[in-house]
């Protein structure tokens, strides 16, 4: 039978950064990531060539996307297609956002 409701005790669970971790499930298609900032938590600059979008659900984070850099508060969305230099920066306060990417980031199972 399959598993349509997942705990997040059940999702893989990966520290991407000193201060960032995330705990992930995947379907066929895309993944769906919990982002976890500690205080100032920091993900560096990278790429890879996974789209990628997601929604901020508490404290802030000022990204960096492709040479902009604006400041993202609860509720506000990013896109981010694959290949664009990306990072960001959690405000003092922390944050929790939900990520979103296709194809499946293999890495992150």
Request: net charge negative; with cysteine; proline share 7%.
């Amino acid at each position: 039978m399959p598993t349509y409701i997942i705990d997040r005790e059940d999702c893989s669970h990966h520290q991407i950064f000193p201060g960032v971790t995330i705990d992930t499930v995947a379907g066929e298609g895309l993944m769906l990531s919990y982002v976890t900032f500690e205080p100032l938590g920091i993900v560096e600059p990278h790429s890879h060539p996974h789209e990628q979008m997601g929604l901020l659900l508490e404290g802030e984070l000022t990204f960096t996307i492709g040479g902009i850099t604006s400041l993202v508060r609860p509720g506000q969305m990013w896109r981010i297609p694959g290949g664009v230099l990306h990072g960001c920066q959690a405000g003092e306060q922390g944050a929790k956002a939900l990520d979103v990417f296709h194809p499946i980031r293999k890495d992150y199972l």
